[in-house]
């Protein structure tokens, strides 16, 4: 469109009136234009340039002309003291736990770093984009309400603000925003089939709707997955690739909805069949028109428009508050309704983009306007029933849902007071929730049934969240309109809890199983979100006495009709009249074994709850239930429902219950010791112990008695028969003991637990204490430990209270910090404590016994009593009754003549402890009472007690060594008894003192003691010497064996021989005489054999290895590799060491056959443990992979060990050669063209020799050797052609040499196998000298040195690969080698290294070189040709080898010494050196500049040279690496040993090298001059200078680069600085997303930030699967193997991507450590995080020891649900 246009018909020459109406066209006509001109078809995006015309004329509409400075001044005059910075997803915030008034109070990452809140005890989150900061919000902070950027002196008045607006720009802006507002309102709802409102019709609406085109809309449901949009795409009648299938479903994620097709109607309904064909669950597409479009594509962008012109203005801000606020009359329905109550009900109908436009909008304005925020509530509380109800109903995620504003308001205490009291708020929101859930009520019963399709526990849970938001504020001041509303909603919660009393119900499988596992967790989830509003609640109601008393009422009411009462069977049962007095009592008939029992009864425990607030108001529990008769059934019928429910469970957990299955085992788990345990058994004890109070006592214990079905067991002590019960005969007893143990576990919690606030005077931090000083008690524990056991979520209140009790240890480099009991708190130690689970309970019974046999012994603990409980407050003093009551004495008395009585059976040893520590209990309270009953009855001075007193048993036990473990109470029970039978009452009792007992054993007993310990002493020892003796007999037995095997030996006890010995030189022909191969036994560790050697073995001997793609050594910056690995010149390799093969082993030998045998049976185990468990192994074994039998060390091939290649030949004559380089550089160039002249050599790989053919080669070879190889030319020798020909298939080793050989070859460079291959040779080669640089980097940042910080098993494996390297290119091995491709490749080197020929300059320069991978690679090259030339082993190499090694050493120290000089930086003057001869290194530092630039203008650059000491000592550092790495190469090719020094000193390498004390001398000798010429000719190659040049203006130098260790990318040292950095990342394929990625990995290789998890940022590989952003990347900058940090959830993943069909990983946690010393996975806890050297260290250490891959493995073979990961996608 041009501007022409828009210029004629919208330019402001017309005078436009102010009126309403003309307005409101103005506007239309304006929004219908650019909806059809600037969001028209295909692609429905705006056109910049129209957007910003459109733009300036909405703004001159509003303002009129000269808007922008207008709008300047408006803002300038409006700034804010409240942030309201909108949270996307993902992004970091931060919630003060000393100031907050709220948990949902927030700040985001600037207000808190400008605030006074970072000093103090804070929490890090990540919000969930539903959140704004609070900055600035006086009720969301008691302290540091503004932060430094929002302070209120910035802000202005609300008068102040609107006085810049004239009264007709406010009128005017009203009626513009109305008009644009209402556009949006009407074309944002607009339905498929809905036609365009006739207002909006414009001529260029009617233009566009005349085309007929139509859209196929694709919209987000939150059901289906990524992967069922992109499948339902790519079908072929779709018509839609992969990759716009990819970004189609992005968009869909993101903004809602998207547009697939834009055709004809009839195509586009053909396109929406297509699409949904073979989906069983549909996606929702529409059709829609192209004006539909276009207009709505137009009003978010207006929407957008709005926010961002009056979200930096309060004025404007007021002004569309209004507009949104606005009623209007509702056409033909009666009513009004607001633009804001309108996007309320509407909300579940739009798509995402459009819901976020207006839900942002109200954030910026009206939630940011105090005179307004109190009308958005009133709407939102007005709405929400519908809303809620909409969102239940809605398919998307909360977040994108206009319910999320009820955090934000609805936790405002000032609005939600006035909701509750002037809009009945909590009755709206509980019945609202009623409502939700009487959906899924069954018909027949009214409770509810969760398993109707519909039911999302995951959105009930904010439904109910804004349930608690509501109760979180409770009044201070009760008024009676507030008090009429609580009641009101306090009825309908009532009602909402009756739909879940009772279900569930279970029975007894007695005889069958049952055939299917019901479902049971989603009403769990239910009951436990509506745990915390339950307490809520409560609290209300405690809070005020009057509606207590109504709540009391309203609920006993309830419980009534819901559990129906009428219904209970009551029952005259026989008792005993001794006991009780009567011979029956009344009771309820029901027996949990045959009917059904449900865990579910919130009714009584809510009312239990309610009865725990009565001595607040100074009442009763009988005033509050209003029951005058004490012996009322309603009691019972009250205390039948939870005993009910304690005694299954009781029997659940003893096994009675095992045929009803798993479930119901997991409901009682839950139910007592999980997250359910604080609003279901403890409100079930709680009700007990309120029965307990105003029951009369005998009653009462006979209900118990009952229940627990124990009343014959109680009555009868001699012949009473367990079989009786009707359990099977082998379970019989062991159910009643455990009947019986339960029963009085539950009479010790009745009576004796009292940490309940509103059972004693205790408060909520009384009972965290006890609750730690028992779970301490155990064993210490850490933080978050602590926190888990005592199910907190928040640990600000456990900050508080620990340290009361416990000392903190503090962490350190290999531990946790851990809370440590303060030992003066043992003796509050509770054995029965109620809130110990059965391990728990069994763990604290062993941590008991340990204390006190570190005491001396049970019988050396002073008696000692009960630890003393809280007394009763007054509702529940009447629990004391019990101690009077003869029913319970009768019983106890029973007990004790079972244990006291030889012979009698069916009691227990924790029965009788928990008799005893009841007995101890009564006794500690029976002062409170004022009745001495029991402590007379207990010691024999009544007349009820017959059969022995209680004392008398007890004493008894004691005699028969029974209950020895609790003597020590035993003994304090009696000591009180005997007390009141000396002094004939309680009123006599004197004071008692524990450190005046007396002893528990007499002397006798005591000496007795002593024989048996000394006794067992003796046996012990004798047992020790036996196991000593056998141990000696064994390690000398098998002292070869051990030694072996040893794994702690270092290099120098291997390979030394003599702290005496001469030094040995392992270059030249001074090392031919000590290359003598000292034999290394080799030990199979599966068939156990021992072979002498590897040359002498019978059967072939393999180590497992591991191989693997690196970038360890790589020098230049840690960036992607744009190379790939087929582009790395492995034998020229570079000196920056982009990419290499790492090789590793645990050095482990086996037989080949042995390790065949072992690899087809493990594959064979898991194929059958696949078919069977369906699991997947950690290692693909069918791939090659295994783990070491021994060590289970990951290994993914084998390497052969091959004998010495120089065994076979002849030995050096006495006659030596000595040559200088260049009679050596000449010979080497004559080889050179022996191997590449014409000859049956360079023919076919299948040519065979012939004897002449040979007899010529041998000739000339002995013309270049004559030293070496003597041979009569007339003789012929008698051998065939057959000779000469080594099959690959000859022998199983030929075959495992060239199976290593491939696997490097395809592992290591990503390559197919290709045995022709040129490239195999020289990537064995390259391997083996890029595993000794690695292994001397690793020595590096160790801080220990490279010779001899190695053990022997990794000598060994080292040594067995350089000898499988320098058998490689054998015919047998590989055989398409021949000479002519070695002599390429020797060719190639030598006109890099030592060149004669045209093409050095097209070859890498001197700089470009890595002179350990050249000194390797000629190594191998010569000895392979060599060996080569000579297959009948004629010639004695070995001595020619040491002179060819004896130039390659030095011309590769040349190189690192051109290298550093060429490359150095001016350094500062350092001292002098003794003895050294810095003349002649400042001379060679002046020629080698003088030969590489020559009189170029670049010679000025080095006019000052470095000082000499400074050149002298950073050329020792430079080539030290060097020499360490050659002498460790060398002494594996020769054997010849190490210097004996630990470290070896720089001096030392360089004799054993063969090379002088001054290294500068190899070149400014006089007898270098051939060596001098060579290095001059490197400093002439044109690149010599162009580096030179580039280096010295350009950072780092080479020189750096020659010793540096590289690391890691460094990570800042808190936590919180990473969360900013990615809380600054965006998407780089969709930044216009809503939604932003969390999945922001940090590569620890080069510190790039990464999309992960993405599948925008997805792209095929290779024509295969996609594969995720970092899979991708960590390929290309790892070589695939490699760590990566996923910031948002604090942990490292590390993956193997080597293989993208096999992509592994694991996840470990951060190396960050809270003040605990704990990680923080998911960011859970929130607390600040520091980096852990130590920690941080270790990853380090994965990363330069290669262990990557064994880690992944070994993590994975422990937690196997990582394997099943798609890792791939990451």
Known sequence: MASEEIDKRFLLSKEWTSTEGDIFDRVNLLACFFACKAFKHPSFEPEEVLVDRFDRLLKDTLFGAGSEGLLQTIRESNLGSVCGKILRNGEPAYNCKDCETDPTCVLCMDCFEHSEHRQHHYKLITSSGSGCCDCGDTEAWRSGVHCEKHLPGQSSSEESQLDCLTPQLITRAQDFLKALLSFCRDILCLNEDEPIPDAYRTKDVEKLISEQCYVTVLYNDEVHSYDDVIGALTRHDVGMDQMGAVSMASIVDSMGRGFTRVASKDECDQQKAAINQRLRTPLLVKVLSSPVISLQQCAINL?????????????????????????????????????????????????????????????????????????????????????????????HHYEVSAANLTVQLFTVPSLCHLLVLEHGLLKTVMQTLYGILNQFASQPTGKLDLSQRGYSNGRMVYVIADLRYVLRNRPDNWSPTLRANFVEAFHVFLKLLDLIQGLDPVKRQRYQHITMEPEWESLFNLCFVLLEAIEQVVEWCHSDSAVLHQTVKLTLKQIQTSCEMHRIKFRNHPVNRAAAGVDGMELIQFDVQQESVSIHQPLPRLLAALLSGAHRHGTTILGLLQIPNTSSRQFLFLAELPLRVIVMTSQVLAGMWKRNGYSLINQTINYRYHSCRPQMYDKDLLLLQAMAAVMDPNKFMYALIYRFRLEKWFISTIDYDPLERNEQPSDAVRFLLSEAEEFFYLLIVIFGERFMPGVSDVTQKDCLKQEIIHQLYISPLPHSELLKQLKLHEDKELKKVVLEVADFKKPTSTSKGQYTMKPELEKQFNPFFYHYSKVQLSKAEEAHRKKVKAKGGASKIPSTSPPKPPPFLPPFAGILRLIQCPVLHQLLHSLFSRAATPGLKYWSDKLLHEAVYLCGLMLLEEPLSGNDQFSRYAAGLTSTCKGGSILSL?????????????????????????????????????????????????????????????????????????????????????????????TGTNVDEVTASSATAPAVVAVGLQSVASQAQVPVPLHCILCQAVEKDAANCEKQFVLGMRIQRSTVLKKSPRTANSNKEVDIDYLLNSVALTQGVYSASCGHGMHMECWRRFHDSRIAELRQSDMLFQRRSAVNYESGEFLCPLCQYYCNTVLPIHPDPMSKRPAASAEVEIINFEQWRTRLHTLLDCALSPSPLATDNNAVRTPADSLSISSRLAEIFPKYLKLDRNAVPSFSSESFVRSSSSSSEDSNASSYSQAVFTRGHNALPNEADARVPVAVWATCAYTIQCLGCQSNFSGKSLLTSLHSRQINYLRAMVRAASCVTLPSVCPHTDTAMLGKHLSRLLNTVVPVGGCFHELPCVLDLDPFSIMVNLHFCLASLLDALDPECKMALRPLIAIDDQYIVQIAVAIRLVQYLLTVEPQGDMPDLEGSDTTGIVDLWEKLHDWALGSSCDKELTSSSPPANALLTGYRDAVLPLLQRAALFFHCCNGVDLPQEDPISYEALLHYLCLPDQLHTIVTASQGVGLRHLVQTWCQHRGVAQQIGSLHSAAPPLSCMLTEVQSLHSLPQHYSELIKIASNFRCPKFQTSNRDSTAVIMCMICGQLLCSNCYRCMTPEGGGEAIGNYTRHLRECGGGVGMGLWILECYMVMMNAMDLEDVRGCILPAPYLDEYGESDIGLRSGNPLKLNDDLWKEFQQYWYQHTIMEKITSTNEQERKFILFSWSKL
């Open 954 to 1046: 007890l004493e008894t036990i004691l005699q028969n060594k029974r209950g020895e473990e609790f003597c020590y109470l035993t003994q304090w029970v009696l000591q009180q008894l005997k007390i009141v039978r000396d002094s004939g009452g309680i009123g006599q009792q004197p004071a008692y003192d524990e450190a005046d007992a007396p002893e528990s054993e007499s002397p006798k007993e005591d000496s007795g003691r002593e024989k048996k310990q000394q006794a067992a002493a003796a046996q012990r020892r004798k047992v020790m010497e036996e196991m000593a003796a056998l141990q000696k007999k064994f390690l000398q037995s098998n002292r070869q064996v051990l030694s072996e095997i040893d």
């Open 303 to 395: 929407l957008l428009w709005a926010k961002e012109l009056t979200g930096g203005s309060a004025a404007l801000r007021h002004v569309v508050s209004k507009v949104l606020l606005e009623t209007k009359s509702l056409d033909g329905e009666g009513g009004s309704q607001s633009i804001l109550d309108h996007f309320f009900a509407e909300n579940s109908s739009m798509w995402i983009a459009a819901r976020m436009s207006w839900q942002n909008l109200i954030m910026k304005t009206i939630f940011l306007d105090p005179e307004h925020k109190k009308d958005l509530a009133i709407s939102l509380a007005k709405n929400f029933p519908a809303l809620m109800q909409g969102y239940f109903e809605d398919s």
